[in-house]
């Protein structure tokens, strides 16, 4: 199923991308990275919801999507801890840093992707 792999792929590019957009030396630069990062963010957030939808039983499809728009509400915590990590290293780090720790976590769950499909 190819669904996973975009979903995949456009989390990691869009963690790798945040660095260079954190370190752009020049407006057109850090424009071209977040028009890059929305396409692979775009990719993600697609799949989000066509992935749920796939995977879970009919009957179970609403119950699903309700612990979805948990999920993606309790995403707000992240824009908190990126907020205080601003306010304590700068914005440049503190993008840096959320793209790292991004990608620590992508690849400390890679072993269970074949777990949940292709």
């Known amino acids: 199923m190819p669904s996973r ?3 995949r792929g456009g989390v990691a590019i869009y963690l790798v991308l ?3 957009f954190a370190l752009a030396p020049d407006p057109p630069l850090a424009g071209s990275v977040l028009l890059l990062t929305g396409l692979a963010n775009s990719g993600f957030s697609i799949m989000q919801a066509t992935l749920v939808y796939l995977a879970a039983p ?3 499809r609403g119950r699903v999507f309700g612990v979805l728009s948990v999920c ?3 995403g707000m915590i992240g824009f908190l801890h990126l ?3 601003a306010g304590m290293i700068g914005a440049t780090w503190a993008i840096m840093t959320i793209g790292a720790q991004g990608l620590v976590a992508l690849l400390l769950t890679r072993r269970w992707w074949r777990a949940v499909g292709p």
């Open 72 to 74: 993606i509400g309790v």
């Open 58 to 60: 009919p009957e179970m």
């Open 5 to 7: 792999p975009i979903s």
């Open 18 to 20: 945040l660095p260079v």
């Open 83 to 85: 907020g205080w990590l």
